[in-house]
């Protein structure tokens, strides 16, 4: 599976939403199943997949479907 992928997979198991729901304007404003609990569900599952841990601001900075993309990149994520 293509990093994407498990990207978009683990994103829709945690919050419970489509494929279709991943849009880069999505925030927790947008996304009732988005809370803190589901948020760091969400931070331990990349870290287990991707092999590698977010520091704190990293953890916070992650704010919307975009900037979370934007975080994975810089661990060197493709997507």
Known sequence: MSQASTFKSIVCEIFGIQESDIVDSKTPEDLESWTSVTHMQLVAKFEENFKFQ???EE???M???ANMKKVLRK???DL
Do not use: A, K, R, Y
């Open 75 to 77: 661990h060197g994520v």
């Open 54 to 56: 977010f520091d704190v």
């Open 59 to 61: 953890i916070t900075e």
């Open 63 to 65: 704010d919307s479907i």
